[in-house]
């Protein structure tokens, strides 16, 4: 595959999209914000005005924007992907997005000849830089290895996980997971500042040991600089936890420690924190 679509150009998706330029394919782009794509454009990427015009070029489609609304719209609508793309091309929804929908999705691309994978990531911007998510997939195998060469300029950790939907339901595995870890590593912090220790020499003494995670290892640095900027959006990881909860009442189950951090992130997006990092869950201590 030569001729890449990528519809998305947001704090992962930009460098997502630079690194299949860096890599040599010709990469198509559109974003809302023509502004945010201004550098992708001067290192050679092909702008689109038209999502759908974008669609009808392309070999390969990804996609990686903010909420399932959007990514129904640019699917499912009129005029919109699965109509216009070519048949015998692939899409590839990179979006935390339904579990459902992405089984909707798979399923109508099979009617239009469109072969569809769920692929969402996890790493952050840092990951997205350097080349090196974790990406869950779901759909076809046969798809999977037709365009594994492209996951593997995206990402270090590729896994496979299943029929369509499986790759939604694996991400929601690891925002549950991180949700809980989140409050952890948030608290230690917290304690370590009121105890009087300092919180750097305290990172070199737990980053290592069993309470180690990647969440403790690169947002907590930057908590320490006071740095909220967003690697990961509070608005999406909300959306990502909510999205969660939905599932797991469908399943009959109970996540108290999912549904606690949802609330905490709830009270920073209703003091207007929504656009910061996932890290400024220390301001809801502070």
Known sequence: MKEIGFVGIGVMGKSMAQNLLNYGYTVHIYTRTKKKADSLIQSGAIWHDN?????????????????????????????????TMRKGTVA??????????????????????????????????????????????GGDRKVFEHVREVFEVLGENIVFQ?????????????????ASNMIGVTEAIVY????????????QSISSGAAGSWSLSNLIPRVLKDD????????????DMRIALDEAAK????????????????????????????????????
């Open 92 to 137: 590839v929804d990179m979006t935390t997005s339904s579990p459902e929908l992405a089984k909707a999705i798979y399923s109508e691309g099979k009617a239009a000849e469109i072969d569809v994978l769920d692929a969402p990531v996890s790493g952050g911007d840092i990951g997205a830089k350097n080349g090196t998510l974790s990406i869950m997939i």
């Open 162 to 178: 299943g029929e369509a939907g499986s790759g939604q339901h694996t991400k929601m595995v690891n925002q549950i997971a991180i």
């Open 51 to 83: 999502p759908a015009k974008l669609a009808e070029v392309v070999e390969l489609l990804i996609t990686m924007v903010g909420y399932p609304t959007d990514v129904e719209e640019l699917y499912l609508s009129e005029g919109g992907f699965l109509e």
């Open 251 to 286: 399943m009959k189950l109970e996540l108290p420690g999912l549904e606690l951090a949802e609330k905490m992130y709830q009270t920073l997006a209703d003091h207007g924190l929504s656009d910061e990092g996932t890290q400024a869950l220390i301001k809801y201590y502070q």
């Open 228 to 239: 909220f900027s967003p690697g990961f959006f509070i608005k999406h990881f909300i959306k």
């Open 192 to 203: 370590a500042e009121k105890a009087g220790l300092d919180p750097e020499k305290v990172l």
